[in-house]
Nanobody, 120 residues
Framework: QVQLVESGGGLVQAGGSLTLSCAAS????????MGWYRQAPGKQRELVAT???????NYADSVKGRFTISRDSAKNTVYLQVNSLKSEDTAVYYC??????????????WGKGILVTVSS
């Protein structure tokens, strides 16, 4: 069993930056990838970025060049640095963990989510 706890959300003005953190605890041997998803008001949950234990990364087209995912294996923590924020980035951000199968990351574990609000 893996538990995921997010932190670092809040209110930021458009064009600003924020760093989200996701700390993993419990048995971490059953996962080889972690990532971030988000769900904006009235929209479906969507993939934002993923990173494997081998530090291979993948980003949604909408955030490429603005967001950076990273991992500190010693602290069992994944980060999402979000820059040049837009009002459209306002959403609840969820940390997820699982295994990569056929090039896609499974989401076996989820955090509770944290709110990021971007003011215009």
């Amino acid at each position: 069993q893996v538990q995921l706890v997010e932190s670092g959300g809040g209110l930021v003005q458009a064009g600003g930056s924020l760093t989200l953190s996701c700390a993993a605890s419990g048995s971490r041997f059953s996962i080889n990838a972690m990532g971030w998803y988000r769900q904006a008001p009235g929209k479906q949950r969507e993939l934002v970025a993923t990173i494997t234990n081998g530090y291979s990364t993948n980003y949604a087209d909408s955030v490429k060049g603005r967001f950076t995912i990273s991992r500190d294996s010693a602290k069992n923590t994944v980060y999402l640095q979000v820059n040049s924020l837009k009002s459209e980035d306002t959403a609840v951000y969820y940390c997820a963990a699982g295994r990569v199968v056929a090039g896609r990351m499974g989401t076996d574990y989820w955090g509770k989510g944290i709110l990021v609000t971007v003011s215009s």
